[in-house]
């Protein structure tokens, strides 16, 4: 039988894995984001492609001379975001029956190179508590803070 952390990784690697299709595998590092807070389930994600930093819609913002188009329709983004939070709503029902804490936040970062995946998680209310905030202001900070460090 399946365990917990088995089940978990296995819906971490979905996102990624259609991260990785809706870029047609053409990226050096995606970044996903994800959170759950208070019934609400948010997410995005973008891309290192070429040095540049670069947001779904924006992928061809990323390309040299020659390289092939990506297909950044609004479809193909939202189809991409309906899976992640797809995974989302199945992470929180794994947690709630394994009885474990569920994540308010996920933040993913896989590099194609090395196949690596590496995984940040956090359990405190983040932007609910928050006048202003939202889970998209929290994504795009992380973008900032990615852009600007050079993760």
């Known amino acids: 039988m399946k365990e917990f952390e088995d089940i978990f990784s296995e819906l971490q690697a979905d ?14 590092k995606v ?13 995005n994600f973008f891309y290192l492609i070429n040095n540049k930093y670069v947001k779904s819609h924006k992928l061809n913002d990323a390309l040299e001379e020659g390289d092939e188009r990506y297909d950044v329709s609004t479809e193909r983004g939202f189809m991409v975001l309906d899976i ?12 709630k029956e394994y009885e474990r804490d569920m994540p308010t936040e ?9 196949g ?21 202001h ?3 900070e992380w973008f900032e803070e990615i852009e600007n460090n050079n993760l």
Do not use: F, H
């Not at 996920?106 to 090395?114: R, T, V």
């Open 116 to 136: 690596k995946l590496q995984a940040e998680y956090k359990y405190d209310l983040i932007y609910t508590n928050d006048d202003i905030k939202t889970a998209r």
């Open 31 to 43: 970044y996903v984001y994800a959170s759950c807070e208070e019934g609400v389930i948010s997410s």
């Open 106 to 114: 996920l933040k993913l970062i896989y590099d194609n190179k090395s």
């Open 138 to 140: 929290i994504a795009n």
């Open 84 to 95: 992640i939070n797809d995974n989302v709503g199945k992470i929180k029902m794994l947690c």
């Open 15 to 28: 996102m990624i894995s259609i991260c990785m299709e809706y870029v047609e595998d053409r990226a050096d």
